[in-house]
């Protein structure tokens, strides 16, 4: 028998996702919608070599009701046979009511608890306001793009080993000890060398978005080369999204038509819902993402409001500029845009467009080798010499602000920590300190600089180490008195 983990929240925080992550299939439907869970499901999962069976459960709500009793009875259950609860919150949102009221039920199950943060996509924002919920430092995770999961392993480990082969169990401590020697690996602030990858092996995942009736359809069957997609003048044909495995020039790529996605109040269908939900989930799981626009109303509020979501789950975006050939003044509909772009998407630098028209393919050959420029900057990664170099050229020009001591807040070191956005951790004394200001500042100055334009990139704060402190405690036990 292996051991079994509960995963336990409010509704919508991601429950079921993770529990499709862990079991490597999609057998939880997961919906935005809260409450699309009801009964409790089990799994078998393996995490790192580490087997155990893995419980969704329903989302925890407010409010009475005999349909509540009793999702609330499942839950129950599961929990009194669990070696370990997962209790998950969603980091985005921060503390709310119902997580508080969980936590206190949890306190009085009486089985360990460890508390993951999902949709921490590189936002730490609400870490602090975790630790009130009283049990101990969070784990932080992305269960839709399997971020965190092993520092996840490493917190359920102690549960979920008790019934391993003594032979598995060494091979899990060595795992640990590995990864564990290479965290702890000192940073050379000289080091040159950058792993090179061969990206043109490499499957792209390709998602086509945007509003309904812009031409997605239409632009799929021309990449393609035939009527592959059901078009139209009648908007919302396509309702599923679908994908298609293709080659471009000798290049793989997975091309996904999607469902159009209208403003989210004008939006009452249960179809059109779960359609937009379909879309959301292919765009956000994809590598690079075009969104394609109607040249009579270029990158109106839905247009903008797609490209955020798409840049803040860390995709590659391209807009597209579709039905190109009827515009009759193409430059003021080209400053149009610029200015657009340039006003309300600031968080990309150099953000790609490209005009087509997908009923005469024109401009189709610029869009595919911007798909594979964005993917190769996206992929991209940065020597740590380099890095600290530049680094030192902007705290230069322009220096952190003041801290509490009258003295710039020190900046100690900065390294990339992976790809797929370029992310960055900025080592600092004082991290907490550094305002949204100077970070975008750096940011700005990454994206110019160092040629990572048209991809969100982002930057970690971490605490640096403080190389006095263990001398310090080597000198104070020696003062003490035998």
Same mark, same amino acid.
């Given at each position: 028998?292996?051991?079994?983990?509960?995963?336990?929240?409010?509704?919508?925080?991601?429950?079921?996702?993770?529990?499709?992550?862990?079991?490597?299939?999609?057998?939880?439907?997961?919906?935005?919608?809260?409450?699309?869970?009801?009964?409790?499901?089990?799994?078998?999962?393996?995490?790192?070599?580490?087997?155990?069976?893995?419980?969704?459960?329903?989302?925890?709500?407010?409010?009475?009701?005999?349909?509540?009793?009793?999702?609330?009875?499942?839950?129950?259950?599961?929990?009194?046979?669990?070696?370990?609860?997962?209790?998950?919150?969603?980091?985005?949102?921060?503390?709310?009511?119902?997580?508080?009221?969980?936590?206190?039920?949890?306190?009085?199950?009486?089985?360990?608890?460890?508390?993951?943060? @999902?949709?921490?996509?590189?936002?730490?924002?609400?870490?602090?306001?975790?630790?009130?919920?009283?049990?101990?430092?969070?784990?932080?995770?992305?269960?839709?793009?399997?971020?965190?999961?092993?520092?996840?392993?490493?917190?359920?480990?102690?549960?979920?080993?008790?019934?391993?082969?003594?032979?598995?169990?060494?091979?899990?401590?060595?795992?640990?000890?590995?990864?564990?020697?290479?965290?702890?690996?000192?940073?050379?602030?000289?080091?040159?060398?950058?792993?090179? @990858?061969?990206?043109?092996?490499?499957?792209?995942?390709?998602?086509?978005?945007?509003?309904? @009736?812009? *031409?997605?359809?239409?632009?799929?069957?021309?990449?393609?080369?035939?009527?592959?997609?059901?078009?139209?003048?009648?908007?919302?044909?396509?309702?599923?999204?679908?994908?298609?495995?293709?080659?471009?020039?000798?290049?793989?790529?997975?091309?996904?038509?999607?469902?159009?996605?209208?403003?989210?109040?004008?939006?009452?269908?249960?179809?059109?819902?779960?359609?937009?939900?379909?879309?959301?989930?292919?765009?956000?799981?994809?590598?690079?993402?075009?969104?394609?626009?109607?040249?009579?109303?270029?990158?109106?509020?839905?247009?903008?409001?797609?490209?955020?979501?798409?840049?803040?789950?860390?995709?590659?975006?391209?807009?597209?500029?579709?039905?190109?050939?009827?515009?009759?003044?193409?430059?003021?509909?080209?400053?149009?845009?610029?200015?657009?772009? *340039?006003?309300?998407?600031?968080?990309?630098?150099?953000?790609?467009?490209?005009?087509?028209?997908?009923?005469?393919?024109?401009?189709?050959?610029?869009?595919?080798?911007?798909?594979?420029?964005?993917?190769?900057?996206? @992929?991209?990664?940065?020597?740590?010499?380099?890095?600290?170099?530049?680094?030192?050229?902007?705290?230069?020009?322009?220096?952190?602000?003041?801290?509490?001591?009258?003295?710039?807040?020190?900046?100690?070191?900065?390294?990339?920590?992976?790809?797929?956005?370029?992310?960055?951790?900025?080592?600092?004394?004082?991290?907490?300190?550094?305002?949204?200001?100077?970070?975008?500042?750096?940011?700005?100055?990454?994206?110019?600089?160092?040629?990572?334009?048209?991809?969100?990139?982002?930057?970690?704060?971490?605490?640096?180490?403080?190389?006095?402190?263990?001398?310090?405690?080597?000198?104070?036990?020696?003062?003490?008195?035998?």
């Amino acid at each position: 028998m292996t051991a079994l983990v509960s995963l336990v929240g409010r509704t919508n925080v991601g429950k079921s996702t993770l529990f499709n992550r862990l079991t490597g299939r999609k057998k939880a439907l997961v919906h935005d919608r809260p409450g699309v869970t009801r009964d409790r499901r089990e799994g078998n999962a393996v995490l790192f070599g580490c087997p155990f069976t893995v419980v969704d459960t329903a989302g925890l709500e407010i409010g009475a009701g005999e349909l509540a009793e009793s999702m609330w009875k499942q839950t129950q259950k599961a929990l009194q046979v669990s070696a370990v609860i997962v209790f998950m919150v969603d980091i985005r949102a921060g503390v709310t009511p119902l997580d508080k009221k969980t936590a206190q039920i949890l306190r009085k199950v009486g089985k360990p608890v460890v508390l993951a943060a @999902n949709k921490a996509e590189g936002k730490e924002q609400f870490v602090q306001d975790l630790y009130s919920l009283g049990f101990g430092e969070p784990v932080l995770i992305s269960a839709e793009h399997g971020l965190g999961m092993s520092d996840l392993f490493d917190a359920l480990l102690p549960y979920i080993q008790t019934d391993l082969p003594e032979q598995e169990e060494e091979t899990i401590r060595e795992k640990r000890a590995r990864r564990r020697k290479k965290n702890e690996k000192e940073i050379d602030l000289n080091d040159e060398t950058v792993e090179q @990858n061969d990206l043109t092996d490499r499957v792209i995942d390709l998602a086509i978005v945007g509003r309904p @009736n812009v *031409g997605k359809s239409t632009l799929v069957n021309r990449l393609i080369g035939e009527d592959r997609m059901l078009t139209g003048p009648m908007a919302g044909l396509t309702r599923d999204s679908i994908s298609i495995n293709w080659t471009y020039k000798g290049r793989s790529l997975r091309l996904t038509d999607t469902a159009g996605l209208r403003r989210r109040a004008k939006v009452e269908d249960d179809l059109e819902k779960l359609s937009a939900a379909d879309t959301k989930r292919a765009a956000f799981l994809a590598q690079v993402v075009v969104l394609v626009l109607d040249a009579d109303a270029i990158l109106d509020k839905q247009d903008l409001t797609i490209a955020r979501q798409v840049l803040d789950e860390g995709r590659a975006l391209i807009v597209a500029v579709n039905k190109w050939d009827t515009v009759r003044d193409k430059k003021q509909a080209l400053d149009r845009l610029n200015d657009r772009i *340039g006003t309300s998407l600031t968080q990309v630098k150099g953000l790609k467009t490209i005009v087509i028209s997908a009923r005469t393919g024109e401009g189709l050959d610029k869009l595919m080798q911007a798909v594979f420029d964005v993917y190769a900057v996206w @992929n991209s990664r940065i020597s740590t010499g380099r890095l600290n170099r530049w680094l030192m050229k902007m705290t230069e020009q322009t220096p952190p602000p003041l801290s509490a001591t009258k003295r710039p807040i020190p900046l100690k070191y900065i390294t990339q920590a992976k790809t797929r956005p370029p992310t960055f951790a900025l080592f600092s004394s004082n991290p907490e300190k550094l305002p949204e200001s100077y970070l975008r500042y750096l940011i700005k100055g990454l994206a110019q600089d160092l040629k990572i334009e048209g991809v969100p990139i982002r930057i970690l704060m971490r605490k640096a180490k403080n190389p006095y402190e263990n001398k310090a405690r080597t000198s104070r036990s020696k003062n003490k008195r035998p």
